[in-house]
């Protein structure tokens, strides 16, 4: 069985400064691990995942998460926030079978860029 | 990248009747997909897997004969709330899982469809 942990359900940054969302997963198995961003009244769109390799993942609009299996963790960062950043995020993690099937989400945060 | 497209994107029914939400992949093929419902601010919870040309597969406490899924073609799926009743009311999402490219396996959503049954 699969699960994440999103610590924080809201999280308000100024614009400009570090973004930084958590996200602790469980597996019983290697996993592969996604963050999606979810605007109002829009499906989600794949921020980055890793799979396997490299520990540190580069998605897109800036954003970067590192995998650390000893801590069991894959939180997103993103050095300077943008006003167009605020939006719901969802860490997800599946099973590697196909890569991507089921996904299991977390409850997500919602992040807040102020002037 | 791959396209998923959702319809209608909003809903509004009466209580008893039959809503028809579609997913059509546009620009590949998914010979799987994905329907999620999510609640107002909360995460999305799988509903079903879709397989073209055979059963659904539901998830533990979803209805199949509430939430009847078809998969008829390689690029559509779609989702019907059989009876539908205010409690159906939500936010339903679909996913499709490009089985050929550089990306084998990434899911790529739709745009979601609100629907209200008053």
């Known amino acids: 069985a699969q699960s994440v942990t999103q610590l924080g359900s809201h999280v308000s940054v100024s614009e400009g400064a570090l973004v930084l969302l958590r996200c602790n997963y469980s597996?019983?198995?290697?996993?592969?691990l996604f963050w999606y961003v979810q605007y109002p009244n829009q499906g989600l769109q794949l921020l980055l995942k890793?799979?396997?390799?490299?520990?540190l993942v580069k998605g897109i609009n800036g954003f970067e998460a590192e995998f650390k299996k000893s801590e069991t963790s894959f939180h997103l960062t993103k050095p300077s926030a943008h006003m167009s950043d605020a939006a719901e995020y969802f860490c997800?993690?599946?099973?590697?079978?196909?890569?991507?099937?089921?996904?299991?989400f977390g409850t997500g945060t919602q992040l807040k860029v102020e002037l | 990248g791959a396209v998923v497209s959702q319809h209608p994107s909003r809903v509004i029914c009466k209580s008893g009747t039959s809503v028809k939400i579609e997913c059509r992949s546009l620009?590949?093929?998914?010979?799987?997909m994905f329907w999620y419902r999510q609640f107002p601010k909360q995460s999305l919870m799988l509903m079903a897997t879709?397989?073209?040309?055979?059963?659904?597969?539901?998830e533990q406490g979803v209805e199949k004969d509430k939430f009847l899924i078809n998969h008829a073609s390689l690029t559509l799926s779609t989702l019907t709330v059989t009876s539908a009743h205010p409690e159906d009311s939500s936010f339903y999402i679909c996913?499709?899982?490009?089985?050929?490219?550089?990306?084998?396996?990434?899911?790529?959503f739709g745009e979601g469809s609100r629907l209200t049954v008053l």
């Open positions: 996913s499709a899982r490009l089985v050929a490219g550089p990306n084998t396996g990434e899911l790529f």
């Open positions: 597996s019983s198995v290697p996993p592969y």
């Open positions: 890793y799979t396997t390799g490299a520990t």
């Open positions: 997800a993690v599946s099973a590697p079978t196909g890569g991507g099937n089921k996904l299991t």
């Open positions: 879709s397989n073209e040309g055979s059963k659904a597969t539901y």
């Open positions: 620009d590949f093929q998914a010979t799987t």
